[in-house]
């Protein structure tokens, strides 16, 4: 196994050095954007790709030396559901959620699938808003938005033309209503930093957004540094004529938590329980679902709950949860065109789009892993999003 990925490797990357010269090695380097081959120049597109896989065999490689030598490292137990919960539960979700898919017709038009922002990016992070909006796409989005700062912008449009990118976040608010009065959903965080001026500029965009007509009550995905922005603004979250999402992480969820309602009373290896969550919705109001992500990824909704226990992956590459909340940009715009009686499902439809995005995630992070072990990047899970979504949903897909 270990002879031949080495085998493999050499051959390819010697391939590329014989062919395009010696300067071939060092390419990659150049073109390390995120599997955008689109921004290859034509001639050099070849030793693109054959870097691209020589790096793909070249980790394989080592996860193949360690598996093969600490086995103890790749198969923890991942598993951290609470001990009363209800699989058959999950299961109800998991079959409901393809009732929520949006039928494709031939009379269907560009953008009807799902018209989705990513309100994010700073000089720091921008990579976040990226891999939300792709995500977005990959969940079935026709279109996808970055409203980002203008120094963000250059790069962010860099790593592919499948973006609209838009470098107003740091301008008035009159320069991005026309284009956010277009939008089906909008994510608000990802890579956003904690600038104080930036995020009173959302604020005061979101503001307007609210009072735009055509705009008021589109679904808000709130993410990452979204979540620290609200803190400061929880009356808008909880007067918000539309459905919200809210996606703390455990840490994240801790902060909101506290703030809200005192310290949290659960040790650091403590699981967040729904009883945690519910006492945060309870006081947010019924339209706010909020998402924990964690070992299992907690959905709460009101009074109900269900979660995500679908086998993920040890990798704990940054981005995970952009690409989820990209998911859920493309997941909430179906559960709030859905025409199903929600007395026809066991879960509301704001619970099924959060589902649907932890499980799609977790089954591509468990599927990278396995082949890439610590050498995953996030990169590579949004390359298995495409396969996912098909062998979750077959030929609906």
């Not at 921008?126 to 938005?145: C, E, H, K, T, V």
């Amino acid at each position: 196994m270990i002879k031949r990925h080495l085998d493999r490797c050499c051959a390819i990357f010697d391939g590329s050095v014989r062919r395009f010269g010696s300067s071939a090695s060092s390419k990659w380097r150049s073109y390390n954007q995120p599997h955008n081959i689109a921004a290859v120049p034509y001639t050099n597109q070849n030793t693109y790709l054959n870097t691209q896989i020589c790096l793909f065999y070249l980790s394989a490689l080592l996860r193949t030396v360690f598996t093969q030598n600490i086995p103890s490292l790749c198969t923890a137990n991942y598993s951290n559901m609470t001990s009363d919960y209800d699989k058959a539960t999950e299961a109800t979700c998991r079959q409901d959620s393809y009732k929520l898919l949006p039928i494709l017709r031939k009379s269907s038009h560009k953008g009807e699938a799902g018209r989705v922002g990513i309100i994010g990016g700073s000089v720091e992070f921008s990579g976040a808003p990226y891999f939300s909006a792709i995500s977005a796409l990959r969940a079935g989005a026709d279109l996808a938005y970055v409203f980002t700062v203008e120094k963000a912008a250059p790069v962010i449009k860099s790593y592919t033309p499948d973006l609209m990118v838009l470098p107003f976040l740091d301008k008035p608010p009159s320069l991005s209503l026309p284009f956010l009065a277009r939008l089906h959903t909008l994510v608000i965080g990802p890579g956003l930093g904690r600038d104080e001026e930036v995020q009173k500029s959302v604020f005061s965009l979101l503001t307007e957004l609210n009072r735009l007509k055509g705009t008021a009550g589109i679904p808000l995905i709130i993410d990452a540094d979204g979540l620290h922005m609200i803190l400061k603004n929880l009356d808008f979250i909880k007067n918000y004529s539309g459905k919200i999402y809210l996606t703390p992480n455990v840490n994240e969820f801790r902060l909101l938590y506290t703030f809200m309602k005192g310290s949290l009373p659960i040790g650091p290896e403590d699981s967040i329980s729904f009883d945690h969550v519910e006492l945060l919705t309870d006081k947010l109001g019924s339209h706010v679902t909020i998402i924990v992500k964690g070992p299992s990824d907690l959905i709460v909704k009101g009074d109900s709950y269900v979660q995500c226990t679908v086998e993920g992956g040890l990798g704990r590459c940054g981005g995970q949860g952009d690409i989820l909340a990209g998911i859920l940009g493309s997941t909430a715009h179906w559960a709030f065109i859905n025409d199903f009686p929600e007395e026809d499902s066991h879960c509301a439809p704001e619970m099924l789009a959060g589902y649907i995005a932890c499980m799609i995630v977790r089954k591509c992070v468990n599927k990278t892993f396995k082949v890439l072990g610590r050498s995953m990047e996030t990169s590579d899970i949004l390359c298995q999003l495409p396969s996912i979504f098909k062998d979750v949903y077959g030929s609906n897909w």
